[in-house]
């Protein structure tokens, strides 16, 4: 093996491309956010348990949750006043990464867990393991990528579509259909 030496790789924004993925990653893009996210899903609230949990430096755990509260993805609130200590709640806008998140649990499962899950999500209503799926919020139609076609939305993303798709027989200029949403289910 030979030795190699590494420079300083700079992050990239994505601040200023004109994409909702993109958008997602600026937020949540950085490998230690989604887990302090699902530690959050999974109730922790305070600096030393996010810390504890994941073996993150105090300063990149800082730096994080200050990202994350910038964000409007966690909210701070005081719980001591001396010393002033703090817990992180998710927010709305937080809370809304649980699919997200769920689908990358999914995948790590599926390809990344040669002794099976190491957690289980358990639908509290009838006690199933269960798994989050894609479907149509209209018809309610389990969706994969071939189910789906991409079309110009409000906020027209032309420089997202290859431009010989750009035909209006494949998109058409405004879809009448709300976009899929994720519901779980049970196995």
């Keep these: 093996m030979q030795p190699s030496i590494l420079g300083f790789v700079e992050r990239k924004s994505f601040a200023g491309m004109h994409c909702s993925v993109a958008q997602c990653l600026e937020v949540a893009g950085e490998w230690w956010t989604m887990l302090i ?8 609230t305070r600096f030393d348990e996010f810390q504890e949990r994941l073996g993150i430096s105090r300063n990149v755990l800082n730096q994080r949750l200050g990202h994350l509260i910038e964000h409007g993805v966690l909210r701070r609130s005081r719980y001591s006043e001396h010393p002033p200590r703090y817990e992180y709640r998710l927010t709305a806008k937080g809370r ?7 689908a990358m649990r999914q995948w790590g499962d599926k390809h990344a867990a040669p002794d099976g899950p190491p957690l289980l999500m358990i639908h509290k209503s009838c006690g199933n393991v269960t798994d989050a799926v894609v479907s149509c919020s209209r018809c309610g139609e389990r969706l994969t990528p071939r189910d789906v076609t991409a079309a110009p939305g409000p906020g027209d993303f032309d420089d997202l579509v290859p431009a010989g798709a750009r035909s209006a027989s494949l998109l058409p200029r405004k879809s009448s259909h709300p976009p899929a949403e ?5 196995r």
């Design 182 to 186: 994720v519901t779980v289910r049970s």
């Design 37 to 44: 996210v699902r530690d959050a899903f999974l109730g922790v």
């Design 96 to 102: 809304d990464l649980w699919p997200v998140l769920n």
